[in-house]
Every structure is written in C-alpha cells, then in structure tokens.
C-alpha cells in the first residue's frame, strides 16, 4: 500500500509534526527525497523502504492539474470518498463499448453529467470553506447552495450515487459527505488542510488520475479510451511479473466479442425499428434509447463473460502447442 | 466448463477472428471503391461510429432482396445503405465476400450472447 500527503498550504516539518504527528523524514516528494517544507497541491509519499510501484503511483499523481484537483477533492470529500468515487467513475467508463453508435450522446452524457454533479458539489463545499473562513457575511447563502448542490446530485444519478453509498457505509456509520450534506458541511467548516490517500494498487492510482483529469469521451474516443484501459491492465501483469501474454490473449479478445456483441444488438435493434414500426424519427429516438440500454447491457455481460471463461481455452491452446 | 459450451465458445471466438479479418479487406475493397464514387457515396447508410459503412454495406449487399426492399419502405431507410443502388456498382465477388463476412460476424456475436445468456441462467453450471 502506499500513502500519499496532500496539503492545500506550505507545512514546515514544525507545523507538521504538531498537527498531525508526521515526520518530514519518512516523506518523498517527486525529485525531492527529504523536503525540508511540504509544498501546497504537491503529493508526498510517507514512509521508508519505498518499491518501485510507490515512485511510479507518484509520478503519475505529480502534475498540478491532476494534484490539485486530488487534493480538493480529498479535503473536501475525504479521503477514502475520493478513492471510491475515482472507482465509480471507471466502473462508468466500463460501459463505454455499449455507447458506441447510438449510445454515445445517451451515456456519455450521463459519465459528464454524474462528473460534473460531483464537482458541483465539491465546489459549492470549497466556497462554503472560504467563506466560513474569510466572508462570514456570505455564510448561509454559501450553506443554501451546497445543500441545493448535494441534493442535484442525489436526484439525477441515484444509481450512481447508490454505489458510493454501498462503499461509504462500509467505511463510516456516521456517513459520508457523499451520504449527507451535513457532514460535507461539517467537514469543510472544520477546514482541514492535509489529507491522506492510502492507494491500495496502480489500477487504484490511475483511476484516480484519470478521475482528476475529469476528461471528456466522446465518438470514436471511446473504443480508443477502452482499449487504453485494456492495454493498462495487461502492463499491470507485465510489470507484476503476472502472465501477460495470456493477459493480452483475453483482454483483446473480450474487446472484439463485446464490441461484436454490442454492434448486433444496434443493428438487430435497428432493423427491428424498420421492419416493424410505422413510426419515423420519433420512433427512433424512443427506440434508440431502449437499443442503446439494451446493447451497452450485452457488451458488458459479453465482456465479463469472455474474461471469466476465455482463459481456459487460452491454457489448452499453449498446451497444445507445447506437445508438438 | 462443460464441453458443448468450450466448444461453442472456441468456435465463434475463431469465427469472430476471421470476421474481423474480412471486415477490413471488405472495407479496403468494396467500401472503399463505393465511398470514392460519387454516385453511391451518399447511399452508405449512417455511421454511428467510423468504420460503420462497412457494416451498412455489408448488410445491405448479403441481406436477401425482399427484406432489403421492406427496408426502404421504412421513413428511417436513410439509416442502412441503399441496396438498390449498391447492386448496380459491385460485382459478385463484392457480394460474396458481404455474405461470408456479415454471416461469420452475425453468427459469431450471435453465439456469444447466447452463451452469455446461458451462463448467466447457470445452463452449465
């Protein structure tokens, strides 16, 4: 596991002894391997015996855009809620072979949307933060907008916010930021400065990077994007030492059998609309939605499908080879 | 995993394989010669992502006649490619590489999402 320090303002090694008992000794920063003072939106490793894996998570959180982003977000949500989010939004990315075609503006959209209401809300909670400390004057307004920003996202991504919630609960009986505004509140007002990621793995990490790049998918992106994901994955196992080639065998193949499935469905779907409905392009925007659900569903069962069986055939294959 | 599903599953992964070989030949030929000629450019169908004519094409010129003219009757026949058309600027051996190509692609998506069915159902649990 790896620990990240992130802080919002300087921290001389005094000043972060007495507030959170750390020792500037145990941290690195990227290309700075005893910090005498921790610089703000930059993330910091603690403790010793660093591997390999701890420096590349690291690097990959260094950029500013990416580390300011991460540290808002952690001291405005906390930490663990930060991970679970950054895991929810790739769980979200994952259906982005079932946008393609007609899917795309329908699930694209919501991944913006679900993005965007999170960020709302975390910014709503940085201005309620800034005006407890500096513009008491604007505090209830601030409060009243935070509130109307946890309860937009509440509304419009239940789903999403639902898997969160399954996450928080397991984390905190008191609830979480993302659970209730009071504690989002409570939590900004108590305007904490450090926060403390534990990542847990590199999938962890470039979730999180990719999360704090908040970036936008869109057309032919998407299958670029997924086989981005993919191609991550079978590094993961390459660099663990894992059997990558059996890796790439199985993750290419589930590319083409859920991208294969996901096109039928359109098309099956398509044709269906033609054939059978009088209906014109009202039709189709109805229809379009229910073949868009319907083949991001299939892709994604296809997929999971082909990664939990294809292996074995992968292992008879090489078998068979060998006996030659 | 039981024997029918391994060999339905090798079977239409390796169909998929071909398929997808044939659908970039088919695209460098067929597609791509109708796409430069102004005369059927237009009757390509929609490309809900790029590359999407292929599969519009294809289907147009392996579907048999009387569903491609039901098609057209349809106010959306925009959306496929205009077989009508297409018939006059391809060959036979257009037609047979569409065959082979939408029937490999159909037939191994197809079996795909049954067995994903079937799993999912515990058939061969």
Same mark, same amino acid.
């Given at each position: 596991?790896?620990?990240?320090?992130?802080?919002?303002?300087?921290?001389?090694?005094?000043?972060?002894?007495? $507030?959170?008992?750390?020792?500037?000794?145990?941290?690195?920063?990227?290309?700075?391997?005893?910090?005498?003072?921790?610089?703000?939106?930059?993330?910091?490793?603690?403790?010793?015996?660093?591997?390999?894996?701890?420096?590349?998570?690291?690097?990959?959180?260094?950029?500013?855009?990416?580390?300011?982003?991460?540290?808002?977000?952690?001291?405005?949500?906390?930490?663990?809620?930060?991970?679970?989010?950054?895991?929810?939004?790739?769980?979200?990315?994952?259906?982005?072979?079932?946008?393609?075609?007609?899917?795309?503006?329908?699930?694209?959209?919501?991944?913006?949307?679900?993005?965007?209401?999170?960020?709302?809300?975390?910014?709503?909670?940085?201005?309620?933060?800034?005006?407890?400390?500096?513009?008491?004057?604007?505090?209830?307004?601030?409060?009243?907008?935070?509130?109307?920003?946890?309860?937009?996202?509440?509304?419009?991504?239940?789903?999403?916010?639902?898997?969160?919630?399954? &996450?928080?609960?397991?984390?905190?009986?008191?609830?979480?930021?993302?659970?209730?505004?009071? &504690?989002?509140?409570?939590?900004?007002?108590?305007? &904490?400065?450090?926060?403390?990621?534990?990542?847990?793995?590199?999938?962890?990490?470039?979730?999180?990077?990719?999360?704090?790049?908040?970036?936008?998918?869109?057309?032919?992106?998407?299958?670029?994007?997924?086989?981005?994901?993919?191609?991550?994955?079978?590094?993961? $196992?390459?660099?663990?030492?894992?059997?990558?080639?059996?890796?790439?065998?199985?993750?290419? $193949?589930?590319?083409?059998?859920?991208?294969?499935?996901?096109?039928?469905?359109?098309?099956?779907?398509?044709?269906?609309?033609?054939?059978?409905?009088?209906?014109?392009?009202?039709?189709?925007?109805?229809?379009?939605?229910?073949?868009?659900?319907?083949?991001?569903?299939?892709?994604?069962?296809?997929?999971?499908?082909?990664?939990?069986?294809?292996?074995?055939?992968?292992?008879?294959?090489?078998?068979?080879?060998?006996?030659? | 995993?039981?024997?029918?599903?391994?060999?339905?599953?090798?079977?239409?992964?390796?169909?998929?394989?071909?398929?997808?070989?044939?659908?970039?030949?088919?695209?460098?030929?067929?597609?791509?010669?109708?796409?430069?000629?102004?005369?059927?450019?237009?009757?390509?169908?929609?490309?809900?992502?790029?590359?999407?004519?292929?599969?519009?094409?294809?289907?147009?010129?392996?579907?048999?006649?009387?569903?491609?003219?039901?098609?057209?009757?349809?106010?959306?026949?925009?959306?496929?490619?205009?077989?009508?058309?297409?018939?006059?600027?391809?060959?036979?051996?257009?037609?047979?590489?569409?065959?082979?190509?939408?029937?490999?692609?159909?037939?191994?998506?197809?079996?795909?999402?049954?067995?994903?069915?079937?799993?999912?159902?515990?058939?061969?649990?």
């Amino acid at each position: 596991m790896s620990e990240i320090i992130l802080c919002n303002k300087p921290f001389s090694a005094n000043a972060l002894d007495a $507030s959170c008992g750390l020792n500037t000794d145990d941290l690195t920063g990227f290309g700075d391997a005893n910090p005498s003072t921790l610089r703000p939106y930059l993330p910091y490793l603690y403790g010793q015996n660093l591997t390999a894996t701890d420096k590349s998570i690291l690097c990959q959180m260094t950029p500013l855009p990416v580390s300011r982003e991460l540290t808002n977000m952690s001291l405005s949500f906390g930490a663990d809620n930060t991970l679970a989010l950054a895991e929810i939004s790739a769980k979200l990315q994952e259906y982005n072979i079932g946008m393609m075609g007609t899917s795309t503006a329908f699930y694209a959209g919501r991944i913006e949307g679900f993005g965007g209401a999170v960020k709302s809300y975390q910014s709503a909670l940085l201005e309620y933060r800034d005006a407890v400390k500096n513009k008491p004057a604007l505090k209830a307004a601030a409060k009243q907008k935070a509130r109307a920003a946890f309860n937009r996202m509440q509304q419009g991504f239940r789903t999403e916010m639902s898997i969160v919630n399954a &996450r928080a609960r397991a984390l905190s009986r008191r609830g979480t930021p993302l659970t209730n505004p009071t &504690r989002g509140l409570n939590i900004a007002r108590s305007s &904490r400065n450090i926060a403390k990621l534990n990542i847990t793995s590199q999938v962890q990490a470039s979730n999180l990077v990719k999360f704090g790049k908040q970036a936008k998918f869109f057309g032919n992106g998407l299958a670029v994007i997924d086989f981005g994901s993919r191609i991550g994955s079978i590094h993961n $196992s390459y660099q663990s030492g894992g059997n990558w080639e059996r890796d790439m065998f199985i993750e290419s $193949s589930s590319f083409a059998a859920s991208a294969g499935a996901g096109i039928l469905t359109i098309n099956a779907g398509l044709a269906l609309l033609l054939v059978a409905t009088p209906a014109g392009w009202v039709g189709l925007v109805l229809g379009g939605i229910a073949i868009a659900g319907t083949a991001a569903v299939t892709s994604i069962g296809v997929n999971h499908y082909i990664k939990e069986s294809f292996g074995e055939v992968y292992d008879d294959i090489m078998n068979w080879i060998r006996s030659w | 995993m039981v024997k029918i599903e391994y060999i339905m599953l090798a079977s239409s992964m390796g169909a998929l394989f071909i398929s997808l070989i044939l659908f970039v030949i088919f695209g460098q030929t067929t597609v791509r010669k109708l796409r430069k000629n102004p005369e059927t450019k237009d009757d390509l169908g929609i490309e809900f992502a790029s590359g999407w004519d292929i599969l519009n094409v294809a289907g147009a010129l392996a579907l048999p006649r009387w569903l491609n003219r039901k098609f057209r009757k349809s106010r959306l026949a925009s959306l496929c490619a205009n077989a009508e058309v297409l018939d006059k600027h391809t060959n036979t051996f257009d037609r047979i590489l569409a065959i082979i190509f939408i029937g490999l692609f159909y037939f191994s998506t197809g079996t795909l999402i049954l067995l994903m069915i079937l799993d999912k159902f515990g058939v061969f649990d």
